[in-house]
């Protein structure tokens, strides 16, 4: 009876050794770039000169940190610009995805099917290749004779996301329905039976309820938008953003361009950050809701 005990006991710190080493395995693989990066980032000029420097600085310093926040014109209004970019666009994907996915899973018309399966095939196309057509359409857009270019203004994005078509928006659009398709109709019945139409219900039922899972799709439209540098750098070529004059840091500080990128890449990774800590809750919550978990 003792030798029993005594295996199962030994089984279970056997389990206990090897899930915490596949546990430590995995963030080491994640984590080991981000902390390369962040080393490498607050070393001197005179250990990126050091071959006796491999990872860890021998002298700690901001000047690549400073560099960065230069370049990227941080503290001069590409910053702020920015994250007014990112937001905006992220707030009209979410609000319009929710419509577009209540849509397409409660109301019964022709094509539904057509236009679900077409979400599937331009989440499986690559945006390049939409790219250089959206582009062309923007250059010249208008009816007729009359044609104007909407290139170096905001308008392409807004009219990309609040049609649906904005970058990876068929991906929330799906998560919408899914989540749809799986909510009980009691309470939209019950709002119809006691006289609201069918915007009041929409507000007071359905928005509350898709709470947590517009969180996650906001954060989803933030992160892609926050670090897309092709759409920008097409649409919006002119002005600077923080994703596309990442790009170009390499040509900026010559042969220590690296820790210069690699500063940049961290300051770009930091509101990202932020908004996870914050909204970890709702993000997890709305993947058990909308199935993404299975």
Not at 220 to 249: G, I, K, N
């Amino acid at each position: 009876m003792k030798e029993r005990i005594n295996y199962k006991k030994i089984s279970k710190w056997m389990i206990r050794i090897l899930r915490f080493v596949l546990i430590f395995g995995l963030c080491y693989v994640i984590l080991k770039p981000i902390i390369q990066y962040v080393l490498y980032a607050f070393m001197s000029q005179a250990d990126y000169g050091d071959p006796t420097v491999s990872m860890i600085p021998k002298n700690w310093s901001l000047f690549y940190w400073k560099k960065a926040a230069e370049l990227l014109e941080l503290f001069k209004g590409a910053g702020l610009r920015s994250i007014l970019f990112a937001v905006s666009v992220a707030i009209v994907q979410m609000l319009s995805s929710l419509v577009i996915g209540y849509g397409l899973a409660r109301f019964k018309f022709r094509g539904r099917k057509f236009l679900t399966f077409m979400l599937f095939v331009v989440m499986l196309v690559p945006m390049t290749v939409l790219q250089l057509p959206q582009y062309f359409q923007f250059r010249f857009f208008g009816i007729g004779s009359f044609h104007i270019s909407l290139i170096n203004t905001l308008v392409p994005y807004y009219i990309l996301s609040a049609t649906g078509l904005g970058l990876k928006q068929a991906l929330y659009i799906f998560l919408m329905k899914s989540l749809f398709e799986q909510m009980p109709t009691d309470m939209e019945n019950a709002a119809y039976i006691d006289g609201a139409g069918i915007f009041k219900t929409f507000a007071l039922v359905v928005v509350p309820n898709a709470k947590a899972l517009m969180i996650t799709v906001f954060l989803f439209a933030f992160c892609w938008t926050w670090t897309d540098s092709s759409f920008a750098t097409a649409f919006y070529p002119d002005v600077p953003l923080l994703s596309s004059t990442l790009l170009s840091l390499d040509g900026m500080m010559g042969m220590q361009a690296g820790n210069v990128t690699y500063a940049g890449m961290i300051i770009m990774m930091i509101p990202m950050l932020i908004l996870m800590v914050f909204c970890q809750k709702h993000l997890v919550k709305s993947i058990a809701l909308s199935g993404m978990a299975n």
